[in-house]
């Protein structure tokens, strides 16, 4: 089992950047696909990044691709997710998220461990 705490959040304007990341507990960090996904109020969680136990693969949705990388330090037990040139739209609760399994996947659904969220509020 792992226990995920994601940090780094808050207000920034649009063009700006933030860097979240996920800590998680537990010995097996290395064993684990992590991802990012994020909700904005009123809409479903969607997929954001995500990233390989090994940090090898990654990918990302359309929406934030050239903008967010993902990574992780496995000696450290965290993800991280830089978020370059934000926009208004980016605007959601972020949540990291772990499966048991090599690659991620884009489908919620697929992940066994979430994290609490951290709110990145971008303003116009």
């Known amino acids: 089992q792992v226990q995920l705490v994601e940090s780094g959040g808050g207000l920034v304007q649009a063009g700006g950047s933030l860097r979240l990341s996920c800590g998680a507990s537990?010995?097996?960090?290395?064993?684990?696909?992590m991802g990012w996904f994020r909700q904005a109020p009123g809409k479903e969680r969607e997929f954001a990044a995500r990233?390989?136990?090994?940090?090898?693969?990654?990918y990302y949705a359309d929406s934030v691709k050239g903008r967010f990388t993902i990574s992780r330090d496995n000696a450290k037990n965290t993800m991280y997710l830089q978020m370059n040139n934000l926009k208004p739209e980016d605007t959601a609760v972020y949540y990291c998220?772990?499966?048991?399994?090599?690659?991620?996947?884009?489908?919620?659904?697929?992940?066994?461990?979430w994290g609490q969220g951290t709110q990145v509020t971008v303003s116009s």
């Open positions: 990233i390989s136990s090994s940090g090898g693969a990654t």
């Open positions: 537990g010995r097996t960090f290395s064993s684990y696909a």
């Open positions: 998220a772990a499966a048991t399994r090599l690659f991620g996947d884009i489908r919620s659904r697929e992940y066994d461990y």
